[in-house]
């Protein structure tokens, strides 16, 4: 007789649809799933010591790279957490501008899912598509930091700057001109806000055309539909947040239930799930970016109206202008000071957390009245999620724990952090 036995498998760590450097070890019986292991620990980043280790300021950018696809959602956690240990808050103009960016980091992020999650079960227009409109956004980050991703736009007690006057247009080349050409500046012979509401407006049909392309497609109703089931009590449990949990019928959302920045003015929904299943999670973020994309146009309509500063006047937290530093001695040695030093913050502890793209993402920041912080400990949306491969996918085939990691929308950054 020849024996029958279980037999284990490697599922990455260099995997197409690992979404990082993710390692499950799979136990199989035939190819159905007995049991997973996530091994994590291969891409780690020791953030959490390394922001122990310098001045306050000069941690911001290491929260960009945690979750690299939701950057600016992590600048506003830690940013918050040093305004409340110093006691300041940042002007209004400053928090409808981090509101914009925050929902502009969340179309960032979902776009990149849906259009990563579609290619791993086989649907690869919608990444097409979904780049195309990325690309806008990584356009609008550029405008106002300098950089594509990582922007280290929000500093302690407001924004690096105010939005430019005007967008960087395309240039002529050998690939684009003429028609094309125009039609790729259309938006941008105004401010950067007269880009930001045309893509706003443009956007809710774009996201029709992902629609069209899987909601009711039968492929991806298959590949998704009772797959990687959570129950509301479960979810509650195992502590899940963001998409994972609202895909589950929970609701709860800190931008509705703790509101920060100046969610209490803006108005919008929190989209739910009924079943906890795969094509659950995608219905709940496809309306996320609807949602999304409305809190932008409501955010430009107020920012418009309203003008004024963007930083709080304390000049012990805030650096000089660019141009006071290029012409004053006291200036250039101020600034100096500012970012080779920073500032102490006094003692205490606080905890702050957003409403992030992949669920609450919070920090823990200890004080001892040092220009340092004493303990940072972050809270990453992703962690628990991950803890929940193993009875997401018991009793599914092999092919579906590609459908569970994309639902869990992994990035691993914040995950080996």
Excluded at 287 to 311: D, K
Excluded at 325 to 338: A, G, R, T, V
Aim: charged share 25%; with cysteine; glycine share 8%.
């Amino acid at each position: 007789m020849a024996e029958i036995r279980n037999f284990t498998m490697n599922f990455g760590p260099q995997h197409p649809a690992a979404h990082g450097v993710l390692r499950l070890v799979l136990e199989m019986d035939g190819e159905t799933i007995v049991h997973v292991d996530p091994h994590v620990g291969l891409l780690h980043r020791g953030t959490e010591k390394l922001a122990e280790s310098k001045p306050f300021n000069q941690s911001i950018g290491y929260m960009d790279r945690l979750d690299y696809v939701s950057m600016m959602c992590n600048e506003h956690a830690y940013v918050r957490a040093i305004e409340a240990l110093l006691g300041i808050e940042a002007p209004p103009r400053a928090q409808y501008i981090r509101v914009l960016f925050d929902e502009l980091t969340r179309l960032l992020n979902h776009l990149l899912w849906v259009g990563t999650h579609a290619l791993d079960l086989g649907a690869m227009t919608v990444f097409l598509y979904a780049f195309r409109e990325r690309e806008q956004i990584m356009d609008c980050y550029e405008a106002v930091s300098g950089a594509r991703m990582h922007a280290t736009y929000y500093r302690p007690g407001g924004v690096y700057r105010d939005l430019p006057l005007e967008m960087p247009k395309h240039q002529e080349t050998r690939w684009c001109k003429g028609a094309d050409l125009a039609t790729r500046n259309a938006w941008r012979g105004g401010s950067m806000l007269d880009f930001i509401q045309a893509f706003a407006e443009d956007f809710p049909a774009r996201l029709d055309e992902y629609h069209s392309l899987l909601t009711d497609n039968r492929i991806w109703k298959q590949r998704t539909v009772d797959v990687g089931i959570v129950t509301a009590s479960r979810a509650l449990q195992l502590g899940f947040s963001g998409p994972m949990l609202r895909g589950s019928g929970v609701e709860w959302d800190l931008r509705k239930k703790q509101p920060y920045a100046v969610y209490e003015h803006i108005d919008f929904e929190v989209p739910l799930g009924m079943n906890g299943d795969c094509y659950d999670r995608y219905l709940v973020r496809m309306e996320e970016m609807r949602q999304s994309a409305n809190i932008v146009g409501q955010c430009v309509a107020w920012l418009r109206e309203h003008p004024g500063p963007v930083m709080v006047p304390d000049q012990k937290i805030v650096p000089p202008t660019r141009e006071a530093m290029k012409n004053d001695m006291e200036s250039l040695i101020h600034h100096f000071k500012l970012f080779t030093e920073g500032y102490c913050v006094p003692a205490g502890q606080v905890y702050s957390a957003v409403e992030a793209p992949k669920g609450e993402f919070g920090c823990y920041l200890v004080s001892d009245g040092a220009n340092k912080p004493f303990r940072v400990h972050l809270r990453a949306p992703g962690f628990p999620h991950l803890a929940a491969m193993n009875e997401m996918v018991q009793g599914h085939m092999l092919p579906d724990v590609v459908a569970v990691i994309g639902t869990q929308d992994i990035v691993f950054g914040e995950i080996d952090r």
